[in-house]
């Protein structure tokens, strides 16, 4: 299992598109994936409705955790998502 705090560098944060394609990108991977923000809210990222109920904004720091075979990839995948602007 691994674990890394990014800060979320689209501007427009995670709105409803960029949300979908995330949760795209985790289903591609065996992994479980989970995406946690400051105040314990931990949901699955393979999951559209709980990845919308995150509300993610640009500038704000979120923790991913990858379990799985194919942790590694998704990790490195999803960071470079999070973080591109």
Do not use: P
């Not at 995670?14 to 289903?27: G, H, S």
């Not at 990790?75 to 999070?82: N, S």
Request: charged letters at 25%.
């Amino acid at each position: 299992m691994i674990t890394k705090v990014v800060t979320i560098g689209k501007q427009a944060g995670l709105e409803a598109r960029a949300t979908a394609l995330l949760v795209q990108m985790a289903c591609q991977h065996t992994s479980k994936i989970y995406l946690e923000i400051a105040d314990n809210k931990k949901v699955n990222a393979k999951s559209i409705m709980g990845m919308m109920t995150l509300g993610l904004n640009a500038g704000e720091e979120v923790t991913i955790t990858a379990d799985g075979e194919d942790e590694e990839i998704a990790m490195a995948e999803i960071e470079k998502f999070l973080t591109e602007q």
